[in-house]
């Protein structure tokens, strides 16, 4: 099997190869990008596992390529950044980023992240090798072997990787009762201090994407720290 191929999108020379040098030693292959046209290359050209972003890349800045990267390709993006404020990793979140770094960081931090977005993604794929392909709920189509969400008007739903993940788990647990912390560790969320809220935004983002017709997302909160998943799921 070969290696996964990580993007290293980062603004400062230096650190591209600082980065690049240590992701090789842990046994990644890494490709640096220094701008947006560098990411689309490689992703037009390559089969990229993770993108990590810097949120200070230039023209156009890190953050909104974060969102061109989502709205193009479901491709892990760990997103880092200078600050470690709350706000900035909800938004980082927001625009679709699977996990957020606060620099400056560790590579060994940074290579145990890259394993468990890439581990998240393979256990996607197991389960939809497993479990039946197709799931139905209100209307919804559910396709884990493809990764395809299909609205009940026949159009395609994109999902980030994390909240397919988390989607995945919640269908295989409907009308269920889930405590946040267990919620985590079904969707491979890393627990770290910030981990609690990042499920929150995960949650809020699927809702948001799970609405139709003026009807909400079958995702309820109980408790404030518990989800369930009150539809009624057709496994096909």
Request: charged fraction near 30%.
């Amino acid at each position: 099997m070969s290696l996964p191929l990580i993007v290293i999108a980062e603004a400062e020379p230096e650190a591209r190869h600082e980065v690049r040098q240590s992701l090789e030693q842990s046994g990644f292959r890494a490709l640096p990008a220094a701008n947006a046209n560098d990411i689309w290359k490689a992703m037009d050209s390559m089969a990229v596992g993770v993108v990590v972003l810097d949120a200070a890349l230039r023209g156009p800045d890190g953050m909104d390529l974060c969102r061109d990267v989502r709205e193009r390709s479901d491709v892990p993006i760990i997103l880092v950044g200078a600050n470690s404020s709350e706000v900035d990793r909800v938004v980082g979140l927001e625009l679709g980023a699977d996990d957020y770094m606060a620099k400056p960081y560790s590579p060994r931090e940074l290579a145990a992240r890259l394993r468990a977005v890439l581990r998240r993604r393979r256990n996607d794929r197991a389960l939809g090798t497993r479990r039946p392909a197709e799931a139905r709920f209100d209307g919804w189509t559910v396709d884990s072997s493809r990764r395809e969400v299909i609205d009940p008007d026949g159009d395609r739903v994109e999902l980030t990787a994390a909240e397919f993940s988390l989607l995945l788990v919640l269908l295989d647990h409907p009308q269920v009762v889930i405590a946040r912390a267990r919620l985590m560790e079904l969707a491979g969320v890393r627990d770290t201090p910030s981990s609690d809220r990042s499920v929150d935004v995960l949650v809020s983002r699927l809702r948001r994407k799970l609405r139709h017709g003026g009807r909400a997302a079958p995702i309820v909160t109980v408790r404030g720290g518990e989800y369930l998943f009150s539809a009624v799921v057709d496994r096909r």
